[in-house]
């Protein structure tokens, strides 16, 4: 008879969480990814604070440490361990790593999306409490979810950037790591610019104008990517498509994932 540990790993769907957007609270698959599980054994504080862009700060370290372990494991020689800090450098990291990541910071869909994140999230926690106070939990839950993925949306271009530049071939192969993330990151944009609008409804309009330039901002930044990476959408997502079209993603592309996972250390 398989034993309740035995039975709850062979449920977890590797890989899961490379791709998503770091929300286990409002995820579906949730029972089948190994993040919030070890985030429940060994709880994670983040330095982001409270409040909605904490608690997926504190997802994404998670991530950070789950996807250290499953490497190691993949890797095969590799000593296991269970780290204190996600460590400097991770295996697999290839060399002008740090080169990339800087050409990735001055990049003009980097910089787009780093102004978004840090305009938009100073906007939103200044009106956290206003939206509190009206009780209108459509309101509020738009508030919510859009300060849930502000941070993400600059990491997952981020990510996608500096996949692209460290491996040619990435922006044309449909099932490479840049274009799984810059899918990511266009979902996530679609529902921002969402919620934005529904802040922007009369009755619930504030901010003096600020979603009116997020929702603007967005769409650039979502023609950006379309050009960038034409083949974002084609992207099969572990889990989340997989399961819904009846594919199975095999180890191959999983031990593949997590080996540039190492190599576009930085982001999520």
Same mark, same amino acid.
């Given at each position: 008879?398989?034993?309740?540990?035995?039975?709850?790993?062979? #449920?977890?769907?590797?890989?899961?969480?490379?791709?998503?957007?770091?929300?286990?609270?409002?995820?579906?698959?949730?029972?089948?990814?190994?993040?919030?599980?070890?985030?429940?054994?060994?709880?994670?504080?983040?330095?982001?604070?409270?409040?909605?862009?904490?608690?997926?700060?504190?997802?994404?370290?998670?991530?950070?440490?789950?996807?250290?372990?499953?490497?190691?494991?993949?890797?095969?020689?590799?000593?296991?361990? #269970?780290?204190?800090?996600?460590?400097?450098r991770l295996p697999g990291d290839a060399p002008g790593g740090r080169d990339r990541q800087e050409a990735a910071k001055r990049d003009p869909l980097v910089t787009a999306a780093r102004e978004y994140a840090s305009a938009s999230?100073?906007?939103?926690?200044?009106?956290?409490?206003?939206?509190?106070?009206?009780?209108?939990?459509?309101?509020?839950?738009?508030?919510?979810?859009?300060?849930?993925?502000?941070?993400?949306?600059?990491?997952?271009?981020?990510?996608?950037?500096?996949?692209?530049?460290?491996?040619?071939?990435?922006?044309?192969?449909?099932?490479?790591?840049?274009?799984?993330?810059?899918?990511?990151?266009?979902?996530?944009?679609?529902?921002?610019?969402?919620?934005?609008?529904?802040?922007m409804q009369p009755g619930r309009s504030m901010g003096n104008g600020a979603p009116a330039r997020f929702v603007?901002?967005?769409?650039?930044?979502? #023609?950006?990517?379309?050009?960038?990476?034409?083949?974002?959408?084609?992207?099969?997502?572990?889990?989340?498509?997989?399961?819904?079209?009846?594919?199975?993603?095999?180890?191959?592309?999983?031990?593949?994932?997590?080996?540039?996972?190492?190599?576009?250390?930085?982001?999520?």
């Amino acid at each position: 008879m398989p034993t309740e540990a035995t039975a709850r790993a062979s #449920a977890i769907l590797p890989g899961l969480h490379f791709f998503c957007d770091h929300r286990c609270w409002r995820c579906p698959l949730s029972q089948r990814c190994q993040v919030p599980i070890r985030m429940a054994e060994q709880p994670t504080r983040s330095k982001v604070g409270s409040g909605p862009a904490g608690r997926v700060a504190e997802v994404v370290l998670a991530s950070l440490y789950v996807t250290v372990e499953q490497m190691e494991m993949v890797l095969g020689d590799l000593p296991m361990r #269970a780290p204190s800090a996600v460590p400097d450098r991770l295996p697999g990291d290839a060399p002008g790593g740090r080169d990339r990541q800087e050409a990735a910071k001055r990049d003009p869909l980097v910089t787009a999306a780093r102004e978004y994140a840090s305009a938009s999230l100073r906007v939103l926690q200044a009106l956290r409490a206003r939206l509190a106070r009206t009780r209108d939990r459509e309101a509020i839950d738009a508030g919510d979810r859009l300060e849930e993925t502000c941070l993400t949306v600059a990491s997952k271009v981020h990510r996608a950037v500096t996949s692209a530049d460290s491996e040619g071939s990435e922006a044309v192969d449909p099932q490479g790591d840049a274009n799984g993330s810059a899918k990511v990151a266009l979902l996530l944009i679609e529902e921002s610019r969402e919620a934005w609008r529904l802040l922007m409804q009369p009755g619930r309009s504030m901010g003096n104008g600020a979603p009116a330039r997020f929702v603007r901002m967005l769409e650039q930044l979502e #023609a950006g990517l379309h050009e960038r990476f034409p083949r974002a959408l084609e992207f099969i997502r572990p889990g989340f498509d997989t399961l819904a079209a009846g594919v199975r993603v095999g180890d191959a592309q999983v031990s593949r994932a997590l080996l540039q996972a190492g190599q576009v250390r930085g982001s999520a």
